[in-house]
């Protein structure tokens, strides 16, 4: 991948409270089973599988090299800026390539109005055709559900992709109130940006 542009220092999070919690959790499951209760034993360990899965994941935080917001979750997209970084060298650097994920991994939090770039939203190559996008928002009352309000939308493809790294979401609880297109392609990402004056193009 292709990184230029500013950087700035990423410092790895601690996660010595989790290692503590787990292993305590751990004793008690072990205490579960030794006592006759399997049925709690078993989910002590799914608990201390999963805590150990985020305490041997490495993750880093820091600040956006171009705008100053704190950078902290995986991926590392700025929430003000819109741009994607990874950490080479100890260093928020920002990609400037078209990396391509087989997952939706790279976020757009859509305007009331925009224009689609002539990129495919799946690679990143040219589009040759539009599929449609859709997600469906339930507003509820009480807790029971009111209506529910499906919105679609349009993008762009080429002949080779489909919509399985693709994905729109109306529950984003980073962009609170806004529909999120998410993309395989960082180019379609940042060809969206540019055209709509979004991020750091504003």
């Not at 939203?121 to 997600?135: K, N």
């Not at 349009?154 to 984003?172: G, H, I, M, Y």
Request: glycine letters at 10%; a positive charge.
């Amino acid at each position: 991948m292709a990184w230029v542009g500013a950087v700035s220092v990423a410092t790895k999070e601690s996660k010595s409270f989790i290692l503590i919690a787990n292993a305590i959790i751990a004793l008690g499951t072990i205490a579960l089973f030794a006592t006759g209760h399997p049925g709690w034993g078993s989910l002590g360990a799914l608990v201390t599988l999963g805590l150990l899965a985020v305490a041997t994941t490495t993750t880093f935080a820091g600040a956006c090299p171009n705008c100053g917001t704190a950078l902290t979750s995986l991926p590392h997209q700025c929430r003000r800026c819109l741009n994607f970084f990874n950490v080479v060298n100890g260093h928020f650097v920002e990609c400037t390539d078209n990396a391509v994920c087989k997952s939706p991994l790279f976020e757009i939090p859509l305007p009331d109005s925009y224009i689609m770039p002539r990129v495919c939203c799946g690679c990143g190559g040219a589009p040759t055709r539009e599929l449609a996008v859709s997600t469906s928002h339930g507003a509820s009352q009480g807790g029971v559900v009111t209506h529910l309000a499906t919105i679609t939308i349009a993008a762009p493809f080429c002949e080779r992709c489909k919509t399985w790294n693709v994905q729109l979401d109306s529950q984003s609880p980073v962009y609170v109130g806004a529909y999120v297109f998410k993309v395989g392609s960082l180019y379609f990402h940042r060809e969206f940006l540019k055209l709509n004056r979004l991020g750091r193009y504003a």
